[in-house]
């Protein structure tokens, strides 16, 4: 007799962003001059884990102009209540974003990227759908600027995976996120 057990395989959602030490994401201009990436760091090696990548209504704004064209075997999706249309390299998500979300994780296919968004983190948060975050930390004091959280219901607790220092000084640290308990 064969018993077969039935392992749920989902897809993560992986939160990633450039942050200062004290936990901005942009400085009080709205600039990213502070961020230096070390050349060491091999960006397409790590993006090669994401087929689908979530923006947020500004980072769309800003990424659209970055992309002529998605890479191959990728889908960019744009949350936003107040756009009715997006690029053709985009796909428009509205409404109810906790079953996209949760169809979209049990999909076959690689983890899911949240690209930018302070605001787009923190409502992902508080629904409690972001598996993972994981922060590179610029050597770097900004003193204010767009935090890289918004409001969060509460608090959320993180546990460590690993981390990572480069040359420049960048932290890469990764945590599972955990929901309702703590680390």
């Known amino acids: ?31 990213h001059d502070w961020i230096i990436v070390d050349e060491k760091i091999d960006f397409s090696a790590q993006m090669k884990r994401f087929d689908a990548f979530f923006f947020g209504r500004r980072s769309y704004e800003t990424a659209k102009a970055m992309f002529d064209k998605p890479s191959p075997g990728s889908t960019n999706y744009v949350f936003s209540n107040t756009l009715t249309s997006v690029d053709a390299n985009f796909e428009l998500v509205s409404g109810d974003v906790i079953s996209k979300i949760k169809t979209l994780k049990a999909q076959p296919g690689k983890d899911i990227a949240v690209y930018g968004g302070a605001s787009l983190l923190s409502s992902l948060l508080n629904l409690q759908l972001v598996d993972e975050l994981s922060i590179s930390f610029l050597p770097v ?11 969060l219901e509460e608090k959320v607790w993180l546990r460590f995976n690993n981390s990572r220092r480069y040359e420049n000084g960048t932290l890469v640290v990764n945590y599972a996120v955990l929901y309702n308990q703590l680390p």
């Open 1 to 31: 007799i064969f018993q077969f057990i039935s392992i749920d395989f989902m897809r993560k959602l992986v939160a990633g962003f450039a942050a200062s030490v004290d936990g901005y994401i942009e400085g009080p201009d709205s600039g």
């Open 141 to 151: 004091l900004l003193g204010a600027g767009k935090p890289m959280v918004n409001l």
